[in-house]
Structures are given as C-alpha cells and as structure tokens.
C-alpha cells in the first residue's frame, strides 16, 4: 500500500506506530507524561469511533512529505536501491506495527528526514541519531525482522557534498526487547482504558 493513502491510514488506526514510540516511553518524575497520556487517549479514540485523528502538519512537517522522494532518490543514487512499502504489523504484537520510509537489500531499512538547515547543519556537526528517531528505527526494525536502519538526515539546500548525513543503527536486541515490553504495557493501558469507559457509561 501507499504511505499516506486510506488504506494506510485504515491500516495503521488504533495502533502503535513506530514514529509514536518516543510518546510510548515517554516519562516524568510523577509519572505518566502529557506526551505519552495523550497519545492513549487518542488510540482509545481511534478505536472507539473508528476513525483517525487528523493531525496537523506545520510548514516543516509539509516539507519533510513533499522533500521525502528526492531524498529516497539521493540515496539510491549514492547508496544502494530502496523498495518502498507499506505499515507492517509488529509480528507478535497485536495493534502495533510501522512505515518504514524503504527497505534496502535482503536485512535494511531507510528512515529518511528532510530537516531544516539548521538542524541538518547540527547533523553534520555531531554525526549522531537524535534519541527520538532511535526508538523509532529499532521499532521499525522490531516489526521488519531487519537487521539494520540507515538514518538520511536530507537539506537540500546544502552543496551536492553535504545535502545529506547517512548513519547506520544495527540491531540491538537489548532496545528491541525493553521496547516490545514497553509497548505491550502501553498497549494494555489503552485496552483498561476502554474497558472503564464501556462499563461505566
């Protein structure tokens, strides 16, 4: 399926997504963040009414959908050929799946993000995965059985040389592990918070 068609939005509704996994572990010294509690109670919305959440997508967010292909297309040119796919279901985890941007070879992936110049210029700087697109990489990785994700930090309005920052992550099977079990706890709040809501009405 198409990323961003109705059969991927339908697809996907109701679930863990692998670019929610920094809300998923998301914590506070008093515990449960904003960030993680509203992202429950948009699941148990999206499950109760059978309908997505429209997000709103800011000028960078806009972007980063329109600037995706040409990075894909940079890559394939500097690197290696990418198939694009679909959301694909966690293979034990009920309700939670991920888009990967590409598959690569026989055991990679792709997770692209078309930055703002100065964020791409920190990337260029630093050499170093933000901790929140981590999470989501080895999520993709935990759905795909892939052993690998290369990051593509992408700025196209850098020189040639310098529009874009390729980073590997390998698989972990500690990350892996200490996520899977973070999602099913999520995933098991979302199921008692419905439960409440049907028996108290």
């Known amino acids: 399926m198409e990323q961003r068609s109705e059969e991927w939005f339908e697809a996907r509704l109701g679930k863990v997504t692998a670019s929610n996994l920094a809300n998923v572990t998301a914590t506070t ?5 904003a960030y993680r509690r509203n992202y429950r109670l948009q699941l148990v919305t999206e499950r109760l009414t059978g309908k997505r959440t429209e997000i709103f997508v800011n000028q960078a967010m806009q972007h980063g959908i329109d600037t995706e292909d ?4 940079h890559y394939v040119f500097k690197h290696a050929d990418v198939e694009e796919t679909g959301f694909v279901d966690h293979p034990t985890i009920d309700m939670a ?7 690569v070879g026989d055991d990679g992936l792709i997770e692209i993000k078309c930055r703002q110049p100065q964020n ?3 990337t260029l700087i630093s050499h170093q995965i933000p901790s ?4 989501q990489m080895y999520w993709q990785m935990a759905c795909t059985g892939r052993k690998w994700c290369d990051y593509v930090s992408y700025c196209p309005s850098f ?5 874009m920052v390729v980073i590997r992550l390998e698989w972990d099977d500690k990350q892996i592990k200490l996520l899977e079990e973070e999602v099913i706890k999520f995933l098991t ?6 439960k409440f809501i049907k028996e108290n009405q």
């Open 29 to 33: 010294r008093s515990g449960e963040s």
């Open 70 to 73: 040409e990075a894909r297309d």
């Open 97 to 103: 799946g991920a888009s990967p941007d590409g598959l």
């Open 120 to 122: 791409h210029t920190e």
């Open 132 to 135: 929140r697109y981590k999470l």
């Open 159 to 163: 020189p040639d040389e310098l529009k």
């Open 189 to 194: 709040e979302v199921e008692d918070t419905i």
